[in-house]
């Protein structure tokens, strides 16, 4: 059953990287890795399957390799390159369902609408400094990004926070959380986190909050009408 459902992964650094360790781990065997980065050394202390031999070597040439070990079986499709207006439409229709691993905000709401558009269900998770988000968006059902925030933040406001650096446990701990919302959703179980978030604050020992997210009346997503709907629909008529 899980042999025929295809997970995709944008981004194999700090939230990629553990996220596709824990699917293979689940002897999920059927991978699309996006990353059109080099590893260097700057990437070590987080990405703990890269060491100064893959100095060099395409994220997800690496990354591959490091997967057959775990799973000889898997099949591991790496694309070198960044996901974009262009392509992504083409190469999201391949998969089952998207984890979003990336951390560049425009690449999150491509992911947000493409994902919308064509009805693909994702899990979207970032990091920043201590802290540590995830949720599951389903289209058509429960909230998206855009039901967050209208518009992506300003780039600038993000690259001087991403210069603060991010934990590697905190982005370990969101992406094995991002695998496990794959799991759920290939294997027909509604993921635990689809329409709530998931904070994770490493500055305080063990804080984790969860919060339902509403869908916006009015989001390209159309979540909030479509929920609105089904539940005139299945009100008893008496
Ligand atoms: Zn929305």
Redesign the pocket.
Known sequence: MLASKRILIVGVGGLGVPAACALARAGFADLGLIDPDLIDLSNLPRQVIFGESNLGTAKVVAAARHLAVILPRAKVEPMLLSLDAANAAEIIARFDFVIDATDSPATKFLINDVC?DLGVSFVYGGVLGLAGQAMTILPGST?????LFEEPPDEADVASCREAGIIGPVAAAIGAAQAVEALSFVNGRMPALAGTMLTLDGSQSGRVRLTPIA??IG???G?AESKATAGCAASPAR
Not at 143 to 147: T, V
């Open positions: 919308v909230a998206c990004l855009r039901c869908a916006r989001c390209r997503c979540s």
